[in-house]
């Protein structure tokens, strides 16, 4: 059974409203996001989705969260719809510049309720909650205000979060992107630890250095498609010439 499968897959964004195009100035129109997206990923596969901004990376990982609906039998979560409830707890994800924490509680009271959310009992979580700040050095700052922490312990703990209920299947978009360079090769480092490595993981990013340290494949869209399916490219030189001379500028 393969861990995610996409087949055929097309997606298009419905033009706005009538009243939210008078706001817009009426000139919205649908937009296609994904055209005929075909791939598997087998359990355990570390995978890097990039493309540059607006080739669909978001909005295919939000298809396959079940956030997005799509033509039926299209995309499936280790063999099943992402719909479900069921396959919605096998999959954790993760954002850059997460907004959804409480930022007066501490890192481990918000680990605790969100846990709760996931029905997860006090000595599971627990026992979560010590593991996930061990292996993310989070235990120095588990009793800290999440607004207190840097950008790069955010990250650590919005990874913490989905990682609460132990899912399978892992989600990280653009996870280093708000990041300086040194938080970017520690968070890197931490993904290649214990806690991932049975878990297959689909990263966007736009940064081949870290296509290349943390994936064995890379899968590259480009205006909605897949140009590249394969391993991580060596040289920086090649993503550009795939995706054109205009991605150096972002």
Known sequence: MQAVSVKNLNFTYPKP?????????????????????????????KISLMGKNGAGKTTLLKIIMGLLHHQVNSVEVFGKSPFSGETRKMIGFAQSDERSFYHR??????????GGIWGLSESVLKERIFTISEELNLKDFINEP????????????SIGRALLNDPPLLLLDEPTRSLDIIAQDE???LLKGHLFKDKTIITATHKIEEAQEISQRCIILKEGKVVYDGVPFEKEEKFFELMGKEERCQ
């Open 17 to 45: 409203p009538a009243l939210f195009l008078y706001l817009m100035g009426g000139k919205a129109r649908s937009v296609q996001a994904l055209k005929e997206i075909n791939f598997t990923i087998s359990p355990g596969e």
């Open 105 to 114: 509680l501490s890192v481990q009271e918000n680990l605790f309720f969100f």
């Open 146 to 157: 999440f607004s207190q922490l840097s950008s790069g312990m955010k990250q650590r703990v």
């Open 187 to 189: 968070l890197r480092s």
